[in-house]
């Protein structure tokens, strides 16, 4: 249900966009060959040197942490501002902003026997970002970009404080953003897409 309200706002998002300027509907096409998971991005064109993106992926699929099998649930939301130097087309070429990226996920343990072991991960992390995006006559997008922040929400909620036996001497609720290491985000993205409106035209 959370996913598919999420997914209902961005295409909100996308249409609004598209009704008042440029949009590039975005996807990182590696995610899926790694990760066993999808994302979708659009970022609407302000005008031609500033952008704003929102994004949203799904989170899914079996991990083992401390021997134990889990599978996985829950989504990632990510936002960004972007400001395009000299630009050719609008909102292309070179770019510098500044992200905000939010998950939570769930994981339920695969054997019924261990259940008191959920737990879930909430994370936020703010930061810096930079990158190069290309916009073809054909209207395809593709985008490189890097980004370095932190972490200022990274928490571990256990269902079963009590049966719990991971990272346990005494279990308890983990803040992680007391250790400095853990709270580093490094996004990193590799991107295609599409462009609706605008293309072909260059920027003033």
């Given amino acids: ?5 999420l997914a209902f706002v961005l295409l909100c998002f996308c249409g609004t966009a598209f009704a008042q300027g440029t949009i590039d509907l975005k996807t990182t096409p590696l ?3 790694f990760y066993k998971n999808g994302e979708i991005l659009a970022e609407y064109g302000i005008n031609p040197t500033v952008g704003v993106e929102l994004g949203v992926r799904s989170t899914f699929g079996g991990t083992t942490v401390e021997s134990i099998d889990f599978d996985r649930s829950g989504a990632v939301i990510f936002a960004a501002g972007h400001y395009y130097f000299k630009p050719d087309y609008g909102a ?3 770019s510098a902003g500044v992200y905000v990226r939010s998950r939570a996920t769930s994981f339920d343990a695969s054997n019924a026997e261990q259940v008191n072991e959920n737990f879930k991960w909430n994370r936020t992390a ?3 970002m930079g990158g190069y995006k290309w916009v073809g006559q054909n209207n395809l997008v593709f985008e490189l970009d890097l980004g370095i922040g932190r972490a200022i929400n990274n928490k571990v909620d256990f269902i079963d404080k009590e049966g719990s036996t991971i990272n346990t001497e005494e279990i308890s609720d983990l803040n992680l953003t007391r250790l400095p290491g853990i ?4 996004p990193g993205r590799i991107i295609i897409g599409y462009r609706f409106g605008g293309v072909g035209r260059r920027a003033a």
């Fill in 1 to 5: 249900m959370k996913n598919t309200i």
């Fill in 126 to 128: 703010i930061g810096l």
């Fill in 183 to 186: 709270n580093i985000d490094l």
């Fill in 92 to 94: 292309d070429n070179f």
């Fill in 31 to 33: 995610r899926p060959v």
